[in-house]
């Protein structure tokens, strides 16, 4: 994965690739059941995942305990994640990473694989809200066989300085459009956040996000409507003299926010936590809030580990799910938070001080139930049509 601002993105480039050594317990959980030495010797693990998770130390000491070849393949995307799965992906890849509403697209075209989920001795640390019996999206309705397991969680919210920003007005999507804010407000530059933020306000305000939708289904802000899209294209444009800039990078982003040049943002929370940690240590003078759910709603993700259906029962299968159960485990999920800024969607608490509690959202972890979902907009034609009218305004 490249540095640009997809949640998953670190606050600083340079930590999100430098990862400590295995400890003795990361170690140790590499001795998980699934592998038999003798016959994953030949298998060559082939992952198509978000760069940002790969963890070269534990990956490395994988590779020599098991004799298993691990060969990764970064992407941006979803979709283009999704365009490489669908020509002859399959069997390219075995394990596969995807989030929201795309890895049920993924197995209703056959690009993954059911598995058995409880056989995953690490899935038992699950907070309760990402359990298959709670978190729906990645079984499979008609036969209720489970395709995948969550791996870190996350919303698109607001960051606030908390001495500058009155903490009762960021409650609500409208600060990112208030004119009192001009010059102090930051979005990213990524045109699918926007609309789909933009399309909760909107849809809010002109009372049809609770009304029945024309489509049957409940609302959903990668679907609206093109009254809805016409308004949304409105208030973009409007909000463009009130951004101080669309950031780039999360780097940026959090510059910017330290240095006092912005004092409100629509984030991933990675910067949220990166400045409070600062502040922490000492090294900033200011503490800054994250709303995760402002009140007219919010976006959510929840990336997940999925297996390739060109992956048949046996040591390919053994080897997938060996590496899935390695990944989870508190003490990885532990590692990965700290050294990447992610939150997790297993339970490390008893490892954790309270300001961790705090920025890794650790006891907010129900709220993923309320929040809709990254999807696939339902129309990109207009979707892009809507971004190239507000950029030409």
């Given at each position: 994965?490249?540095?640009?601002?997809?949640?998953?993105?670190?606050?600083?480039?340079?930590?999100?690739?430098?990862?400590?050594?295995?400890?003795?317990?990361?170690?140790?959980?590499?001795?998980?059941?699934?592998?038999?030495?003798?016959?994953?010797?030949?298998?060559?693990?082939?992952?198509?995942?978000?760069?940002?998770?790969?963890?070269?130390?534990?990956?490395?000491?994988?590779?020599?305990?098991?004799?298993?070849?691990?060969?990764?393949?970064?992407?941006?995307?979803?979709?283009?994640?999704?365009?490489?799965?669908?020509?002859?992906?399959?069997?390219?890849?075995?394990?596969?990473?995807?989030?929201g509403f795309w890895p049920s697209l993924y197995y209703r075209e056959g690009l993954i694989r059911a598995f058995d989920y409880a056989a995953i001795r690490n899935t038992a640390h699950y907070?309760?809200?990402?359990?298959?019996?709670?978190?729906?999206?990645?079984?499979?309705?008609?036969?209720?066989?489970?395709?995948?397991?969550?791996?870190?969680?996350?919303?698109?919210?607001?960051?606030?300085?908390?001495?500058?920003?009155?903490?009762?007005?960021?409650?609500?999507?409208?600060?990112?459009?208030?004119?009192?804010?001009?010059?102090?407000?930051?979005?990213?530059?990524?045109?699918?956040?926007?609309?789909?933020?933009?399309?909760?306000?909107?849809?809010?305000?002109?009372?049809?996000?609770?009304?029945?939708?024309?489509?049957?289904?409940?609302?959903?802000?990668?679907?609206?409507?093109?009254?809805?899209?016409?308004?949304?294209?409105?208030?973009?444009?409007?909000?463009?003299?009130?951004?101080?800039?669309?950031?780039?990078?999360?780097?940026?982003?959090?510059?910017?926010?330290?240095?006092?040049?912005?004092?409100?943002?629509?984030?991933?929370?990675?910067?949220?936590?990166?400045?409070?940690?600062?502040?922490?240590?000492?090294?900033?003078?200011?503490?800054?809030?994250?709303?995760?759910?402002?009140?007219?709603?919010?976006?959510?993700?929840?990336?997940?580990?999925?297996i390739s259906s060109g992956v048949q029962d046996g040591p390919r299968l053994d080897a997938a799910m060996g590496f899935i159960d390695m990944m989870i485990s508190p003490e990885l999920m532990a590692k990965l938070a700290r050294e990447a800024g992610s939150c997790?969607?297993?339970?490390?608490?008893?490892?954790?001080?309270?300001?961790?509690?705090?920025?890794?959202?650790?006891?907010?972890?129900?709220?993923?139930?309320?929040?809709?979902?990254?999807?696939?907009?339902?129309?990109?034609?207009?979707?892009?049509?809507?971004?190239?009218?507000?950029?030409?305004?």
């Open positions: 994965m490249t540095d640009s601002i997809e949640r998953r993105s670190s606050p600083v480039r340079a930590t999100r690739r430098r990862f400590l050594e295995v400890s003795a317990a990361s170690a140790a959980l590499l001795a998980t059941p699934y592998l038999r030495q003798a016959e994953a010797a030949t298998i060559q693990m082939r992952a198509l995942m978000w760069g940002s998770y790969l963890m070269p130390d534990v990956i490395a000491e994988y590779e020599k305990t098991y004799d298993v070849s691990f060969s990764p393949t970064f992407f941006d995307g979803n979709s283009e994640a999704y365009n490489k799965l669908r020509v002859g992906g399959t069997r390219d890849f075995d394990l596969v990473q995807a989030d907070y309760p809200a990402f359990q298959p019996s709670n978190f729906r999206l990645l079984v499979d309705a008609p036969t209720g066989a489970t395709f995948g397991v969550p791996y870190c969680w996350g919303g698109y919210g607001i960051t606030y300085n908390m001495s500058r920003v009155d903490p009762e007005k960021v409650q609500s999507l409208e600060i990112l459009f208030a004119p009192e804010m001009a010059g102090q407000l930051l979005t990213s530059a990524r045109f699918e956040e926007n609309i789909a933020v933009t399309g909760i306000l909107v849809s809010a305000e002109m009372g049809t996000q609770t009304a029945p939708r024309p489509d049957g289904k409940p609302f959903n802000p990668y679907v609206l409507t093109d009254e809805e899209l016409a308004e949304v294209e409105r208030r973009l444009i409007a909000q463009k003299s009130l951004l101080l800039t669309r950031y780039p990078d999360n780097q940026t982003l959090a510059s910017l926010l330290q240095a006092g040049a912005a004092t409100t943002a629509a984030e991933f929370s990675q910067s949220y936590r990166k400045l409070n940690q600062m502040n922490a240590a000492g090294e900033i003078p200011d503490k800054f809030g994250h709303v995760l759910r402002p009140k007219e709603g919010a976006l959510g993700w929840i990336d997940t580990w999925l997790s969607t297993i339970d490390w608490r008893a490892d954790a001080t309270d300001l961790e509690k705090e920025l890794f959202l650790m006891d907010r972890s129900d709220d993923i139930a309320s929040m809709h979902q990254f999807d696939q907009p339902s129309s990109p034609e207009k979707w892009e049509r809507v971004w190239s009218n507000m950029q030409a305004a």
